[in-house]
């Protein structure tokens, strides 16, 4: 998979296909400073400058998720309960019926935004 237009037909119902794609093209008009790029089939927003993992998205059929890395992740965990949400040690899991919580994925992504603008790893290390 190349493009995120291919990444967004797999998602079998409409209704969620448009609300990631909104996602993703919210994020991107917030964040001029991101690209987007699939890597192991999967959207990742990463920096434009050094190329390193900003945030990762992924689909479910009840959910779609967001990922921040671990650091990143722990870090927001009580916002992520206050938000609703449900977890695991790696994403953040949002109901295709659930509101987005933009100030949250915002805060996530200044965070990693703050912590990785001059590494010149992909991850976190």
């Excluded at 909104?22 to 994020?27: A, D, H, I, K, P």
């Excluded at 987007?36 to 009840?62: C, R, V």
């Excluded at 509101?99 to 935004?113: A, E, P, Q, T, Y």
């Amino acid at each position: 998979m190349k493009t995120f237009e291919a990444f967004l037909e797999t998602i079998e119902k409409p209704a969620h296909r448009e609300k990631l794609k909104n996602v993703v093209e919210q994020l991107l008009n917030e964040y001029p400073e991101l690209t987007l790029e699939i890597k192991w089939n999967q959207p990742m927003l990463l920096l434009k400058d050094n190329g390193t993992f900003i945030l990762g998205l992924s689909k479910a059929k009840p959910h779609f998720a967001i990922a921040p890395e671990i650091e990143t992740r722990n870090y927001f965990d009580d916002a992520i309960k206050q938000a609703g949400y449900d977890a695991t040690k790696m994403i953040i899991k949002i109901k295709w019926t659930d509101d987005v919580n933009f100030d949250l994925i915002r805060k996530m992504i200044d965070k990693n935004i703050a912590d990785k603008q001059h590494t010149t790893k992909f991850w976190r290390e």
